[in-house]
């Protein structure tokens, strides 16, 4: 089975995904990680090449695809960006065999104090104290992205609520969900448009 693991950023979608791939015995992919090494460059420099973020789904989707065709993702974990169900990625996800798509969801707050950010290089920048407008900030962008992506997700098979677990809870609360979830027929398609990009 290929589990893809949605969700906005920083909600938790590579620790836990990590964590449940271990749980599971199948090889764990960090979309993000590939794209940039089937690239060879930076994420964010790969966007800045491109005038639309839906050319740049579709190019960064070849490193799905080149996941997808090696033997040993059979079965695997994917962590997707937050766009991973729109674009090119879709189609993709769409049209590959055994999949599983669950959106890691949280509390705003609590997507907050996991925030990493990096520079242009994907470096991770030092962790510093927010100041309380930063905070406002950065949580009104995360209920954007929240209300941005809530259409796209709807395209899962399985909506994981993770407030208050660490990524053990969470990577088991995902197993188990995955364990009583019933055969489902494909997710349905819908279009989206442009989406925000502050965090990863």
């Known amino acids: 089975m290929r589990i893809f693991l949605a969700g906005v950023g920083c909600v938790g979608k590579t620790t836990t995904g990590a964590r449940l791939a271990k749980l599971l015995g199948y090889r764990f992919f960090d979309l993000d990680a ?9 994420v964010e420099r790969l966007r800045n090449r491109h005038l639309t973020l839906h050319d740049f789904r579709i190019e960064a989707s070849q490193a799905l695809n080149h996941i997808l065709a090696q033997d040993d993702s059979r079965d695997c974990v994917i962590a997707f960006s937050p766009s991973g169900l729109l674009g090119g990625y879709w189609k993709v996800v769409n049209a590959a065999r055994d999949a599983r798509i669950v959106v890691l969801r949280d509390r705003p707050e609590n997507i907050l104090q996991r925030a990493t950010f990096y520079d242009i290089d994907s470096r991770p920048l030092p962790k510093k104290q927010l100041t309380e407008d930063e905070n406002k900030y950065y949580l009104r962008e995360i209920k954007g992205d929240i209300a941005y992506f809530k259409p796209s997700y709807r395209r899962a098979h399985l909506d994981v609520d993770i407030a208050g677990c660490d990524a053990d809870a969470a990577a088991r609360k ?8 019933p055969v489902a ?8 448009g442009a989406e925000a990009a502050w965090l990863r």
């Open 185 to 192: 027929t494909k997710p349905s398609s819908l279009v989206c």
């Open 34 to 42: 590939e794209i940039e090494r089937f690239s060879g460059t930076s």
């Open 174 to 181: 995902v197993r188990e969900a995955l364990a009583s979830e």
